[in-house]
């Protein structure tokens, strides 16, 4: 959501930072220069890009985002709660809930709020913009927002097709590895 909302505005920051997103993707082996014609509509950054990334900005990723929500709703009402594990004489009877309409209505107001908090702070600090996208101005120096940061750092030092690992790979291992999915070997056994 980040990366394809960024081009969105339609500035100079976010031509750029769409320009270097659509290159790394250009640096993956066999299927790079397809996918960075899929995504910028054609050779270069322009209206067709500007409108695939409002697609999936605004239709196919939110879409994704909802069936994955879905799946998820399904999946643990047909298998239940799983609290911590204790032993079966620990364990009580809790009072059954119905999911529906006590926690969908708790589910609804919690987002109908946080979506008030935010339509609140985007209209008391609104975001301006800087100047209109022209990737003919050379003196324009960008820079990417803080967020993006360490991938900008990692292109420093991963070059050609080695640019996914660095961007894609790297951090999704460090995730991974921050959510102990990957088990780190220690000195005990």
Do not use: C
């Not at 909802?66 to 998820?72: E, I, K, Q, S």
Request: aromatic share 14%; glycine share 12%; charged share 10%.
């Amino acid at each position: 959501m980040g990366f394809t909302g960024y081009l969105l505005p339609w500035d100079q920051k976010a031509y750029f930072a769409t320009a270097v997103g659509t290159n790394i993707v250009g640096q993956i082996p066999v299927i790079g220069n397809w996918l960075t014609r899929l995504l910028r509509g054609g050779d270069t950054i322009g209206t067709l890009t500007l409108s695939r990334f409002f697609m999936l900005h605004v239709f196919l990723i939110p879409g994704m985002i909802f069936a994955a929500v879905g799946a998820h709703v399904f999946l643990f009402r047909k298998a239940g709660a799983a609290g911590p594990p204790r032993p079966p004489g620990e364990l009580r009877a809790l009072p059954r809930a119905s999911f529906f309409p006590g926690q969908v209505f708790k589910d609804f107001v919690f987002g109908i709020g946080l979506i008030v908090m935010l339509g609140a702070l985007a209209h008391g600090r609104p975001v301006s913009l800087g100047p209109v996208a022209n990737p003919a101005d050379a003196t324009y120096v960008p820079r990417p927002e803080w967020y993006y940061l360490p991938f900008f750092q990692w292109l420093k030092y991963w070059h050609g097709p080695f640019a996914a690992v660095g961007v894609v790979l790297i951090p999704a291992l460090l995730v991974a590895a921050r959510r102990g999915t990957i088990k780190v070997a220690s000195g005990s056994s």
